[in-house]
């Protein structure tokens, strides 16, 4: 069977040509350290006002940081990795039931980025799962693993609340009220990705994930404690994330960059491979509702300061971003008002 995916039980001698990038577009792992001050941030500190604070200095200076002491039960956490695990594990006839690289599709296993747009290949499969409304989407969701549905419906749940919570923090944090991101999102939408990185032959020439920002408004990702991958560009220079223990990173999505007017990060970021182990990572997205209307916030141009972006609904948004390839420039400078 010609298999489509890489997590078919059959590991890999050697890395297909197609998944080679030409030598300018290379990881140059060797030449990545580790980003000794990544913005870890307790969120069971007492004093609100300065986790504001934290929360400012991590999203303008970084767009990306650690959350800690978040809310969400070990675990729903432990249960949500342990059941990506065995869903990757599972027969590779039996995952490809769900195989589309259709990006409509609201429930699909997939490999790389965008297929049927891409040239090059990246050494990932993934599953994407739609998941809010939960009454909605959960009966398309797997039904293998038996316990998946019900262990990833908790997990989705609890990661939304600590997103609805980070979003009013970053309201307060851009001197707006505290709802404010939740009121313009308006009924966001919640998206999943399981990734799962196979061990690849030859890490030094291709990526699991090249580096993009996420489209969305915000993003809670859950990394292996053991195999490290994530990399954020930080002062022009690619630095590895090392995971921390119990916590999510959460990095700042195009919508929030553009509702900043820019003060915040929709950071650069990417996924390297390793020869040795797989490497599993669970992406929550928070996304705007299709009609919501992202436009840089009446408070921050108040004072006369310029709007960087025009008004643009996420529906608009979200069709160019997926009609591009993932390894182009930032999507929202094609939303950049003329200056
Ligand atoms: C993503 C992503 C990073 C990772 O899914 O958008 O950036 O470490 N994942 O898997
Ligand atoms: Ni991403």
Request: with cysteine; charged share 25%.
């Amino acid at each position: 069977m010609d298999t489509k995916v890489l997590s078919s039980g059959v590991p890999f001698s050697n890395l297909p040509e197609n998944y080679v990038r030409p030598e300018s577009e290379r990881p140059r792992l060797s030449e990545v350290s580790d980003c000794e001050d990544v913005p870890i941030i307790d969120l069971s500190h007492e004093d609100r006002s300065q986790t504001v604070k934290q929360i400012f200095y991590a999203c303008k200076y970084y767009g990306f940081f650690q959350v800690i002491n978040h809310g969400v039960p070990t675990e729903a956490v432990e249960k949500m990795k342990l059941v990506a695990h065995e869903f990757f594990g599972l027969p590779v006839e039996e995952k490809m039931k769900l195989y589309s690289d259709d990006p409509s599709k609201t429930v699909r296993l997939s490999t790389s980025f965008n297929v049927k747009k891409e040239t090059v290949h990246n050494w990932r499969d993934y599953l994407r799962l739609h998941c809010y409304p939960l009454d909605k989407y959960e009966p398309e969701w797997p039904s293998n693993p038996s316990s998946f549905k019900e262990i990833v419906r908790n997990y989705c749940i609890e990661v939304r609340g600590l997103g609805y919570r980070l979003e009013e923090l970053i309201s307060e944090s851009l001197g707006l009220e505290k709802d404010y991101a939740k009121k313009v999102l308006g009924e966001q939408g919640q998206h999943m990705a399981v990734n799962y990185y196979p061990p690849c032959p030859e890490p030094e020439l291709t990526y699991g994930l090249p580096g993009h920002t996420d489209p969305n408004a915000l993003t809670i990702l859950l990394q292996d404690l053991q195999v490290s991958g994530l990399q954020v560009l930080k002062d022009s220079k690619w630095v590895a994330v090392k995971p921390h223990p119990n916590a999510f990173v959460i990095n700042i999505g195009d919508q929030l960059q553009a509702l900043s007017n820019g003060i915040y990060r929709s950071v650069w970021h990417r996924a390297v491979v390793n020869a040795d182990k797989p490497r599993l990572s669970v992406a929550s997205f928070l996304c705007p509702s299709d009609d919501a209307l992202i436009s840089p916030a009446k408070g921050l141009t108040e004072d006369g300061s310029a709007a960087v972006y025009r008004g643009f609904t996420y529906a608009e948004y979200y069709k160019t971003f997926w009609s591009r390839n993932l390894d182009q420039e930032h999507c929202l400078e094609l939303f950049k008002n003329q200056e």
